[in-house]
């Protein structure tokens, strides 16, 4: 990628920042100006090794390396903003995460020590995309959204006034872990029972799939022996499969219900659904807004549904909106 | 009552706001200082005539009679914070009070015109009983609260960092509105189906106790011919009733749900119970707090409950929270 460094002001290097989304496997990163264009974008992978003690190192020296190649001082970098994968106070503080070996961590600080960068904030990453689609991507133009991500996981992220809502132990937005069916035998991974999770992830639409399929003799396309998942569910509700189409009406209900409860509390402009589900399109906020009318008081009603835009970039971009937001 | 309008530096007059809660029958006024000692409370009627166009002129010939009666001059006030049962926006626009009969009001406006204070700020009743009894009453010592009052009603208010979190359109904090049992056949007056409301006011319990009943022949003092109330069920429940005490499970079962629904998605530092119904006492708070704890993520269990301190009073302080807040 070629990148111009220079400004309309005549060759003076314009004011950069960076973002960063720490994952399990791989950290990605962002390097933006602050209107909010990407200049590059790279990988590094996850060292997990040591309880993650090195996780932090190789950020730093990664960026400290694109500083040098273009001859940014610690000075002229507006700052770092990082998402991890863990609750994060509003001070910065990374209370625990699991996923990188990660106990309490000070990251702003360690960061700051070893790239010399004054302006570091840290937050979480589900949160941090949320920021991240209302200022580049499906929440653009609006200040108050509540993005929902359906992958592996089903995470949340709350944007009030163009701020993150962090809560008071950072564990704010956790929409995934609503419970939304008090009859559920099936334990979802937090141990609770009948979390959203167990619904709207992809794993949970192909659990629900089989156990609609199970308990109708009703022919499917689903039926079929190549393995279930989420995207066949929707390929075959888009092709009219019945079956397929009362499990969407299934996944539909729960999130909906769910986002009902999210909009009693907060009263946002629009919704964001992201995450892997959402690319089947507008099925999926179609299923969603019916049950959503139907769980919330008038004051409520008609809320936008949108789809995330960013992918997997929405935590760089996120990240990087941090450290240049009012 | 008997005010000392001097302060300790010899005589000067110290700075005082006002707190104004309107209701559908009366409004409440109270005149404090800085600290939040109320130096003065007293109520007018509510003159609902004509589309309630009396109210605000009302409220304002009020506070200007004991601004003279006192020689406070408008500068000399700081502020005067207002009420209102409907829903706010964020810049103090009314959006309608069926109650009062109000359609889009704005009421700072109005109120600056007629008593020449320029700091007037606006919000909904809930949400300044919140404020309220964040500042100086169940929730003292706290910046992010979420409470909720249980009278012939349910209302919802949160305070984030000492705010009021209002919500896009001024509906933020509807907690009696969530719905809590989507099997339930009655209607709410919202027109929805399972609304916290149906099982956590006063009707509500008295709602449950009547199914529970009708649905026993189990012997009950509640099956006595007095009037059935919360009150009673409370009271009887204290006494070892059978009945009364599965009616308060099931009303706690409801709204330790809709309290764990709030938590997942705002991480409050503390609840604050209020209204008629949590003048039963610690009763309250522990039917509550047992399926709070079942229905949350691990990051968000061990909350505190606390019950509200300020009964009716809670609105005046909080309106009057406002005009001096930071």
Request: net charge neutral; charged share 25%.
């Amino acid at each position: 990628m070629r990148i111009n460094m220079t400004d309309g002001a005549g060759g003076k290097m314009e004011k950069l920042c960076f973002g960063v989304d720490i994952g399990g496997t791989t950290i990605k990163l962002g390097m933006f100006n602050i209107d909010g264009e990407i200049k590059e974008k790279w990988e590094i992978t996850t060292r997990k090794a040591d309880n993650g003690k090195y996780i932090l190192e190789d950020i730093s020296t990664s960026i400290l390396g694109k500083m040098s190649r273009y001859d940014i001082a610690p000075e002229k970098c507006v700052g770092i903003g990082i998402g991890v994968p863990g609750p994060v106070t509003k001070d910065g503080t990374v209370l625990k995460c699991v996923n990188l070996g990660w106990g309490v961590m000070s990251v702003a600080e360690k960061v700051h020590e070893r790239t010399k960068v004054k302006n570091i904030k840290v937050a979480n990453d589900a949160n941090v995309a949320a920021l991240g689609e209302m200022w580049k991507g499906g929440g653009a133009g609006y200040k108050n959204i509540v993005m929902v991500t359906l992958g592996t996981g089903v995470g949340g992220g709350i944007i009030i006034d163009g701020h993150i809502l962090t809560g008071y132990n950072g564990a704010a937005g956790e929409i995934g872990h609503i419970v939304v069916n008090s009859e559920e035998e099936d334990e979802c991974g937090c141990s609770k029972h009948g979390c959203l999770e167990q619904y709207a992830s992809a794993k949970g639409i192909v659990r629900i799939a089989h156990r609609i399929l199970d308990s109708t003799e009703e022919p499917s396309m689903l039926r079929e022996p190549k393995r279930l998942s989420a995207k066949k569910v929707f390929d075959m509700a888009k092709e009219g499969d019945k079956v397929a189409i009362r499990v969407i009406d299934s996944f539909g209900r729960y999130l909906g219900l769910a986002l009902a409860h999210v909009a009693q509390v907060v009263d946002p402009e629009v919704f964001v659904i992201g995450g892997g589900v959402s690319r089947a399109g507008q099925i999926v906020t179609d299923a969603v807004s019916k049950y959503y009318e139907e769980n919330v008081m008038f004051a409520l009603k008609n809320k936008q549904f949108n789809l995330a835009e960013l992918g997997n970039e929405a935590g760089i971009y996120g990240s990087a909106r941090m450290v240049i937001e009012k």
